[in-house]
């Protein structure tokens, strides 16, 4: 089994950026498809981003152009660098194994002036 730790989560005002961290641990990290989801209160869960284990990514719509999903084989950690944060980006988000089924714990983030 995968454990999954997610951190960096915060209060950040409108347009600030945030950089999310996820340490993997349990498995062979470097064959792992990674993923970045995120739920808001009120609305089912949705993916973020998506990072193959040769680094291919793919992002949803909404946040295309101000997120980017990264990976550190070395340190068995998936990031999120979130830029240009708006209100609508407010949502605890969650790492998630692609290859395994595992999810962290998620960590919060709220975008509020």
């Known amino acids: 089994q995968v454990q999954l730790v997610e951190s960096g989560g915060g209060l950040v005002q409108p347009g600030g950026s945030l950089r999310l961290s996820c340490a993997s641990s349990?498995?062979?990290?470097?064959?792992?498809?990674m993923d970045w989801y995120r739920q808001a209160p009120g609305k089912e869960r949705e993916l973020v981003a998506r990072?193959?284990?040769?680094?291919?990514?793919t992002y949803a719509d909404s946040v295309k152009g101000r997120f980017t999903i990264s990976r550190d084989n070395a340190k068995s950690t998936v990031y999120l660098q979130m830029n240009s944060l708006k209100p609508e980006d407010t949502a605890v988000y969650y790492c998630?194994?692609?290859?395994?089924?595992?999810w962290g714990q998620g960590t919060q983030v709220t975008v509020s002036s």
């Open positions: 998630h194994s692609r290859s395994s089924n595992d």
């Open positions: 349990g498995g062979i990290f470097r064959f792992e498809a």
């Open positions: 990072i193959t284990s040769a680094g291919g990514k």
